[in-house]
């Protein structure tokens, strides 16, 4: 019994220890992008120029994949309104 105990808290301090790690890591890198905001756009809207000029077919298909996924969203925010509102009545 005193072995299991002994064992929970083990990882209960690991676990704290990975999550405060975690922590730092997801931290610095929302600084990162705080810092450094306008770079990184540019530097994307330089990656999708350069794709339009070489492979424009594959900027239709992520513009329609992104479109896509815009159109599921809204159906199943429809959905769960309606889901809602039929309880609710």
């Known amino acids: 019994m005193d072995e299991l105990i002994r064992e929970n808290n083990q990882l209960k301090e690991e676990i704290m ?3 405060s790690l975690m922590e730092n890591y997801s931290t610095s890198r929302k600084n990162y992008y705080e810092k450094n905001k306008e770079t990184v756009k540019e530097k994307a809207k330089e990656g ?7 492979n424009p077919d594959k900027l239709k298909e992520y513009a329609r994949r992104a479109y896509l996924k815009q159109k599921e969203k809204k159906r199943l925010e429809t959905e769960k309104k309606s889901v809602e509102e039929n309880i609710k009545a």
Do not use: F, V
């Not at 999708?48 to 070489?54: D, M, T």
């Open 48 to 54: 999708l120029k350069k794709l339009a000029e070489e």
């Open 17 to 19: 220890h990975l999550k």
